[in-house]
């Protein structure tokens, strides 16, 4: 099975400061890579998927942006943040079935 | 836009009662996940059933899946307080990989 890296687990930002949000992949080669965000009590938002190396497809216009430099690393990204791009980050990989998630990266922007 | 939407959004059972949670999705499917997610952690997988498909059992999870109704339920049998959870289904809506997901039914089962 995968195993999905991801950190840091909780992130305090200030407005305005930039971010980069890290994720990488063990146990699979190709995987299909998604950063989703999800605010409190609600459901999982699709930020961005990737079906391979540099091809991102971005799901909301927003003040984020991805990239997939290697295979198995996903990074997550802004120049500068918004109060709104709080919430909690997870990064998920899966090939074709089940998705394997990631623990999370709780990002505060204050 | 949000694939699939789960009722209801809170469910409150005693232990040994069944729970039984329900998705609705738009577009045509490949297959239809459900997943768990303990708060404030990951995601973690518990059944998929495919398209073709009309039901799957796993231990104490049954689903089923309606694609003329697109609708799919997840019925888990004589919950226990480990069960207390949030559940989200999830579509692979043949859309080259993309993985839409519910806004998921808050699980609380009392001892």
């Known amino acids: 099975s995968q195993t999905i890296h991801q950190w840091p687990a909780t992130l305090v930002q200030p407005v305005g400061s930039p971010l980069s949000l890290e994720c990488t992949v063990e146990g699979t080669s190709n995987p299909n890579l998604y950063w989703y965000r999800q605010a409190a009590g609600r459901g999982l938002q699709l930020l961005f998927y990737s079906v391979g190396i540099g091809q991102i497809s971005s799901e909301v216009p927003q003040n984020l942006s991805a990239s997939r430099p290697q295979d198995r690393q996903f990074i997550l990204s802004s120049k500068k943040l918004l109060l709104s791009d709080s919430g909690f980050y997870l990064c998920a990989s899966s090939i074709r079935t089940e998705a394997f998630f990631g623990q999370g990266t709780r990002l505060t922007v204050v | 836009s949000q694939q699939g939407e789960e009722d209801p959004q809170a469910l409150s059972i005693q232990e040994g009662e069944n729970a039984t949670m329900n998705c609705s999705y738009k577009t045509s499917i490949n297959n239809l996940q459900w997943y768990r997610q303990n708060s404030g952690r990951g995601l973690v997988h518990l059944i998929l059933?495919?398209?073709?498909?009309r039901e799957k059992h796993s231990g104490r999870l049954r689903v089923t899946l309606d694609t003329s109704k697109k609708s799919s339920s997840l019925l888990i049998t004589a919950s226990r307080a480990a069960d207390t959870a949030s559940y989200f289904c999830a579509t692979d809506a043949n859309q080259g990989g993309k993985l839409i997901f519910g806004q998921g039914t808050e699980l609380s089962v009392k001892p």
């Open positions: 059933i495919r398209s073709n498909e």
